[in-house]
């Protein structure tokens, strides 16, 4: 079975500071680990995922995370926040296998920005 | 079309009344997804569709939740004889191959608000 837990289901931070939005992740295979963002009244956006090859995988807008396989850990950061960053964010992980057919999505961080 | 489209975007509707909500997904998408996204909680899956066949209802949440695919192309999703915690914002997503189901893009949703 997979799992993937968000610490912190609302995360404020200055303008301009180090955003870090963390997610652990259970899984008994391989996996392939997401980060999507929902603007509001929006759908889901895909910001950038983990296959294979580099743990550290860059995204859009300037959002990066690293797959630590030793800590289970997938955590969204960005160096510099923008007020237009304020969103929903949501984990997920998926089986690394052809068969995949899921996507098990974490409960998801309410991201503010503050002036 | 150039992205996934669902309708209606807003669906109030009286409990112990029956509704549909429809999915259009990207052209030539063979997999199909719907989501559930109730308030302050993550995506719950409830069923995909790999061309018109659904290989996987485990996320159902009762027999009062049924969808159907038709053409490979357009999804419905039937809730029989709403409730009130039926009420929630339902997501579909469509990916170019089961196989690929990391890669899913998808609709804005339809907010269900059952009275």
Partial sequence: AQSVTQLGSHVSVSEGALVLLRCNYSSSVPPYLFWYVQYPNQGLQLLLKYTTGATLVKGINGFEAEFKKSETSFHLTKPSAHMSDAAEYFCAVTKQTSSASKIIFGSGTRLSIRP | GAGVSQSPSNKVTEKGKDVELRCDPISGHTALYWYRQSLGQGLEFLIYFQGNSAPDKSGLPSDRFSA??????VSTLTIQRTQQEDSAVYL?????????AYEQYFGPGTRLTVT
Avoid at chain 2, 68 to 73: D, Q, V
Wanted: hydrophobic share 15%; with cysteine.
């Fill in chain 2, 92 to 100: 579909c997503a469509s990916s170019l191959r089961q196989q690929y």
């Fill in chain 2, 68 to 73: 159907e695919r038709t053409g490979g192309s």
